[in-house]
């Protein structure tokens, strides 16, 4: 498990536009965002990367750099990106199993025909400049996620405050 303050793995990824994001390539002003999802056959997922794309002005004016990340195959990633309303929203795709439990998240094995045979949980990092973690949210099942909303305004309260990181005893 990552601590806060602790450096995250590097991540390199594959996205659905046909380009490569690497987190430690990235140069935002305050944070990344990385947000793991559960994949195409996820509909808590949809909704949560459609309200990311509704908020994804509010998280770059604040200097945040945003992903969605998961497991899934290519063919599955992009047809995400063409069925969902998430146009904006950089979409990663093939996190290997290895590279899911390095950042903690939880894995979970297909109970449908939907869900691809293996499928990580989501998870929630806010990283800093220096590939360092400020704060994360790790879920074992699809529902209970943080709000975007709520993380912007938990964002504003951190910068004005200077507030330290967490969990880090």
């Known amino acids: 498990m990552i601590t806060p303050t602790q450096k995250v793995p590097d991540l390199k990824?594959?996205?659905i536009n046909d380009t490569q994001w690497e987190l430690h390539k990235q140069h935002p002003e305050k944070y990344t965002l990385l947000v793991f999802?559960?994949?195409?056959?996820?509909?808590?997922?949809k909704q949560q990367l459609e309200d990311l794309k509704t908020r994804l002005d509010e998280f770059t004016k604040r200097g945040i750099n945003v992903i969605g990340i998961s497991m899934d195959?290519?063919?599955?990633a992009k047809k995400t990106g063409e069925e969902w309303e998430i146009e904006a929203v950089p979409?990663?795709?093939g996190l290997t199993k290895k590279e899911a439990t390095s950042?903690?998240?939880f894995l979970s094995n297909s109970i449908s025909e939907k869900e691809p045979e293996l499928f990580s949980e989501p998870g929630l990092f806010l990283v800093k400049p220096d590939n360092t973690l400020y704060l994360s949210s790790l879920q074992s099942m699809?529902?209970?996620?943080?709000?975007?909303?709520?993380?912007?305004k938990a964002i504003d309260f951190i910068?004005?405050?200077?507030y330290p990181p967490r969990g880090t005893a």
């Open 91 to 93: 979409i990663g795709y």
């Open 73 to 76: 195959t290519e063919e599955r």
């Open 142 to 152: 699809p529902f209970a996620r943080p709000h975007f909303e709520d993380l912007l």
């Open 103 to 105: 950042w903690g998240l």
């Open 37 to 45: 999802y559960r994949g195409y056959h996820c509909p808590k997922c």
């Open 13 to 15: 990824l594959n996205l």
């Open 159 to 162: 910068e004005d405050k200077d």
